[in-house]
C-alpha cells in the first residue's frame, strides 16, 4: 500500500462512514464558536429542542464586534457603543450561558481572536479535526490537526451531532526549502505563494506545507503560513507535527495531563505525511528567493517583493487579466510601474489572527524601538490577538515601547482586520496592514489595504511609506523627532 498523506491519515482516523455519493460523515473533535455565525445555529437548536452533544467540545469567545478601546472595554458588553455589535456580543454571551457552553468572555483575560486563542489555551491539538464557523479556521492546521471553516447550518449540525458532512479533498504539498533572508519572514512565505499559486491555486486541495523553510519556523510562523491558506483557495493548511508542536503545545490548560502525555505524543509523532505519500500537486518555493512582500492590489495575489513595482496594465497581454489589474490599480489609487517604496500610508495596523501573537509583537517593536511614527500617519495601531498576549507583551514592555513610538496599544480583538467594529479606514486610505485580505472594502468602504508582516509594517509606520526591512535605518529616532 502507497504510503499516506498526513491529511489522509487525519480524514481516515475520523472517518465515520463514507457514502457512496462521495460525500462522508466525519466526526469533529473542537469546535470554535464566535458572536458572528453562531446566532442561528443556537437559534435553530432551540427551535428543534436539541442540546449540544459533546459540550466539551466547543469553546467560544466573542472577536469581530468587540471594540479595542479601554474606554468602552473597561464597562464591559453593556459598554459596546454600535447597537449591532452589541447585540452580537450579548447574543453569543446569552446563548453560552442557556446552553452551558464555555466562553471566555469580553472581560475574561483569555478572550481574544478565536484562531489564537484555540492554539494559546491547547484547545487546538495535533491529531484532532476543528471546525469553526470562520474562514480562517485552517490556521489551526499548523499543528497537524484538519481544521477548516464551516457555515453557520454546519455549526449547528456539528453542536448537534458533533458530525459533518464533508467531501474528501485532494493532497496538495508546497515544498519551501533554504533559509530566508533577513528580515523576511513567515508571511511573506505565504504571501509568495499566494503569489505564485493565485488565489486559486489550492481550490479542492488541503494544503500541506514542508521543506526546510518550514520546518525552521516556530508554531506562530506556522499558524501564519496555514491562516492564508484559505486565501490561497485552499479550505486546509496543513504542517506535520514535529518537537516544536509538541514543546508548544506541553502544560497548555487543555492540553493532555501528566498522565496521558507521553501516550500522546507518541500518537502524534506519527502526524506526518509519509515519505512515499503521493500527492496530487507539488509546488517548490526557493526560501532564499523570497524578499519581503507587499500587496498592491484588491486580491492577495496581487503582491509583489519591496523592491519591485506596480504591474503596469500595457505591459499585460490577457486582455481580462488587464482589466482587473486596471480595475485593482484604480481602486488603489495607483498608477501602473509605481515603485512599491513610493506609496504613501495614511494608518498602519498591526494585528488579526495572521498577526497578532506575541512573537509578531516582538518582531514589530525590534523595529520601532526608539523610533518615532511619520507624522504623515493619521493611526498606528497594535491589537495584541488575545488578553493573554496582551500581558505577555506589557510584562516584556512591548507596550511602552509601541507607545513611546507613537502607536495605539489596543485591547485585543479583530479590529481593523475588517470593518465590522469601530475600527475602520476611511475612504482612500492606504493602510500598511498585517492582516489577510486586501478586498475592495475590507477594511472599511473605500479603503485600501496593503498586506505585509509585522516587521514591514512597524518600519513602514516609521517613514509613512514602505521600506526595505533588509537593509532599512530609521530617519526617525526619538532624539531626532
Ligand atoms: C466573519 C467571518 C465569517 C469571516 C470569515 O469567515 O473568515 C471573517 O472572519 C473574515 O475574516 O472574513
Ligand atoms: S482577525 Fe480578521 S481574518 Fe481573523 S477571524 Fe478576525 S476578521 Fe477574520
Same mark, same amino acid.
Given at each position: 500500500m502507497a504510503g499516506r498523506t498526513l491529511y489522509d491519515k487525519l480524514w481516515d482516523a475520523h472517518l465515520v462512514q463514507q457514502r457512496d455519493d462521495g460525500t462522508a460523515l466525519i466526526y469533529i473533535d473542537r469546535q470554535l464558536l464566535h458572536e458572528v455565525t453562531s446566532p442561528q445555529a443556537f437559534e435553530g437548536l432551540r427551535l428543534a429542542n436539541r442540546k449540544p452533544?459533546?459540550?466539551?467540545s466547543n469553546i467560544a469567545t466573542p472577536d469581530h464586534?468587540?471594540?479595542?478601546?479601554l474606554k468602552e472595554r473597561? $464597562? #464591559?458588553?453593556? /459598554?459596546?457603543?454600535?447597537d449591532t455589535s452589541r447585540i452580537q456580543v450579548m447574543t453569543l454571551d446569552s446563548n453560552c450561558t442557556d446552553f452551558n457552553i464555555e466562553q471566555f468572555g469580553i472581560?475574561?483575560?483569555?478572550?481574544?481572536?478565536v484562531h489564537v486563542v484555540g492554539p494559546e489555551q491547547g484547545a487546538t491539538l495535533p491529531g484532532m479535526t476543528v471546525v469553526c464557523?470562520?474562514?480562517?479556521?485552517?490556521?489551526?492546521?499548523?499543528?497537524g490537526a484538519l481544521a477548516h471553516g464551516i457555515g453557520t447550518s454546519e455549526v449547528e449540525h456539528v453542536l448537534a451531532t458533533q458530525c459533518l458532512i464533508q467531501r474528501k479533498m485532494k493532497n496538495l504539498k508546497i515544498q519551501v526549502d533554504g533559509e530566508l533572508g533577513e528580515g523576511v519572514t513567515a508571511k511573506d512565505i505565504i504571501l509568495a505563494i499566494i503569489g505564485d $499559486? #493565485?488565489?486559486? /491555486?489550492?481550490?479542492g486541495y488541503a494544503m500541506e506545507f514542508a521543506g526546510s523553510a518550514i520546518e525552521a519556523l516556530s508554531m506562530e510562523g506556522r499558524m501564519t503560513i496555514c491562516n492564508m491558506a484559505i486565501e490561497a483557495g485552499a479550505r486546509v493548511g496543513l504542517v506535520g507535527v514535529d518537537q516544536t508542536t509538541i514543546d508548544y503545545v506541553a502544560?497548555?490548560?487543555f492540553a493532555p495531563r501528566e498522565d496521558v502525555w507521553e501516550q500522546a505524543v507518541r500518537r502524534w509523532q506519527e502526524l506526518v505525511s509519509d515519505t512515499d505519500a503521493e500527492f496530487d500537486k507539488v509546488v517548490h518555493l526557493d526560501a532564499?528567493?523570497?524578499?519581503?512582500q507587499v500587496s498592491w492590489g484588491t486580491?492577495?495575489?496581487?503582491v509583489v517583493g519591496i523592491t519591485g513595482a506596480v504591474p503596469a496594465?500595457?505591459?499585460?497581454?490577457d486582455a481580462t487579466k488587464r482589466r482587473g489589474v486596471e480595475r485593482a490599480l484604480e481602486y488603489m489609487g495607483l498608477s501602473g510601474g509605481?515603485?512599491?517604496?513610493?506609496i504613501q500610508l495614511d494608518r498602519v495596523f498591526i494585528g488579526s489572527c495572521t498577526n497578532s501573537r506575541i512573537e509578531d509583537l516582538r518582531a514589530a517593536a525590534e523595529v520601532v524601538k526608539g523610533c518615532r511614527v511619520s507624522p504623515n500617519l493619521k493611526q498606528a495601531m497594535v491589537v495584541p490577538g488575545s488578553g493573554l498576549v496582551k500581558r505577555m507583551a506589557e510584562r516584556e514592555g512591548l507596550d511602552v515601547v509601541f507607545k513611546q513610538a507613537g502607536f495605539e496599544w489596543r485591547e485585543p480583538?479583530?479590529?481593523?482586520?475588517?470593518?465590522?467594529?469601530?475600527?475602520k479606514l476611511g475612504a482612500g486610505e492606504h493602510c500598511a496592514s498585517t492582516s489577510n485580505r486586501n478586498f475592495?472594502?475590507?477594511?472599511?468602504?473605500?479603503g485600501r489595504t496593503h498586506l505585509v508582516s509585522p516587521a514591514m509594517a512597524a518600519a513602514a509606520a516609521i517613514e509613512g511609506h514602505f521600506v526595505d526591512i533588509r537593509t532599512w535605518s530609521p530617519s526617525r529616532t526619538q532624539e531626532s523627532a
Amino acid at each position: 500500500m502507497a504510503g499516506r498523506t498526513l491529511y489522509d491519515k487525519l480524514w481516515d482516523a475520523h472517518l465515520v462512514q463514507q457514502r457512496d455519493d462521495g460525500t462522508a460523515l466525519i466526526y469533529i473533535d473542537r469546535q470554535l464558536l464566535h458572536e458572528v455565525t453562531s446566532p442561528q445555529a443556537f437559534e435553530g437548536l432551540r427551535l428543534a429542542n436539541r442540546k449540544p452533544w459533546r459540550l466539551d467540545s466547543n469553546i467560544a469567545t466573542p472577536d469581530h464586534n468587540v471594540p479595542t478601546t479601554l474606554k468602552e472595554r473597561s $464597562i #464591559g458588553i453593556e /459598554g459596546i457603543e454600535d447597537d449591532t455589535s452589541r447585540i452580537q456580543v450579548m447574543t453569543l454571551d446569552s446563548n453560552c450561558t442557556d446552553f452551558n457552553i464555555e466562553q471566555f468572555g469580553i472581560n475574561d483575560e483569555r478572550q481574544g481572536i478565536v484562531h489564537v486563542v484555540g492554539p494559546e489555551q491547547g484547545a487546538t491539538l495535533p491529531g484532532m479535526t476543528v471546525v469553526c464557523g470562520d474562514s480562517h479556521t485552517a490556521t489551526h492546521g499548523a499543528f497537524g490537526a484538519l481544521a477548516h471553516g464551516i457555515g453557520t447550518s454546519e455549526v449547528e449540525h456539528v453542536l448537534a451531532t458533533q458530525c459533518l458532512i464533508q467531501r474528501k479533498m485532494k493532497n496538495l504539498k508546497i515544498q519551501v526549502d533554504g533559509e530566508l533572508g533577513e528580515g523576511v519572514t513567515a508571511k511573506d512565505i505565504i504571501l509568495a505563494i499566494i503569489g505564485d $499559486i #493565485g488565489t486559486a /491555486g489550492g481550490t479542492g486541495y488541503a494544503m500541506e506545507f514542508a521543506g526546510s523553510a518550514i520546518e525552521a519556523l516556530s508554531m506562530e510562523g506556522r499558524m501564519t503560513i496555514c491562516n492564508m491558506a484559505i486565501e490561497a483557495g485552499a479550505r486546509v493548511g496543513l504542517v506535520g507535527v514535529d518537537q516544536t508542536t509538541i514543546d508548544y503545545v506541553a502544560k497548555r490548560p487543555f492540553a493532555p495531563r501528566e498522565d496521558v502525555w507521553e501516550q500522546a505524543v507518541r500518537r502524534w509523532q506519527e502526524l506526518v505525511s509519509d515519505t512515499d505519500a503521493e500527492f496530487d500537486k507539488v509546488v517548490h518555493l526557493d526560501a532564499a528567493k523570497i524578499e519581503p512582500q507587499v500587496s498592491w492590489g484588491t486580491s492577495p495575489e496581487m503582491v509583489v517583493g519591496i523592491t519591485g513595482a506596480v504591474p503596469a496594465p500595457s505591459d499585460i497581454t490577457d486582455a481580462t487579466k488587464r482589466r482587473g489589474v486596471e480595475r485593482a490599480l484604480e481602486y488603489m489609487g495607483l498608477s501602473g510601474g509605481q515603485k512599491i517604496t513610493d506609496i504613501q500610508l495614511d494608518r498602519v495596523f498591526i494585528g488579526s489572527c495572521t498577526n497578532s501573537r506575541i512573537e509578531d509583537l516582538r518582531a514589530a517593536a525590534e523595529v520601532v524601538k526608539g523610533c518615532r511614527v511619520s507624522p504623515n500617519l493619521k493611526q498606528a495601531m497594535v491589537v495584541p490577538g488575545s488578553g493573554l498576549v496582551k500581558r505577555m507583551a506589557e510584562r516584556e514592555g512591548l507596550d511602552v515601547v509601541f507607545k513611546q513610538a507613537g502607536f495605539e496599544w489596543r485591547e485585543p480583538g479583530c479590529s481593523m482586520c475588517l470593518a465590522m467594529n469601530a475600527d475602520k479606514l476611511g475612504a482612500g486610505e492606504h493602510c500598511a496592514s498585517t492582516s489577510n485580505r486586501n478586498f475592495e472594502g475590507r477594511q472599511g468602504y473605500g479603503g485600501r489595504t496593503h498586506l505585509v508582516s509585522p516587521a514591514m509594517a512597524a518600519a513602514a509606520a516609521i517613514e509613512g511609506h514602505f521600506v526595505d526591512i533588509r537593509t532599512w535605518s530609521p530617519s526617525r529616532t526619538q532624539e531626532s523627532a
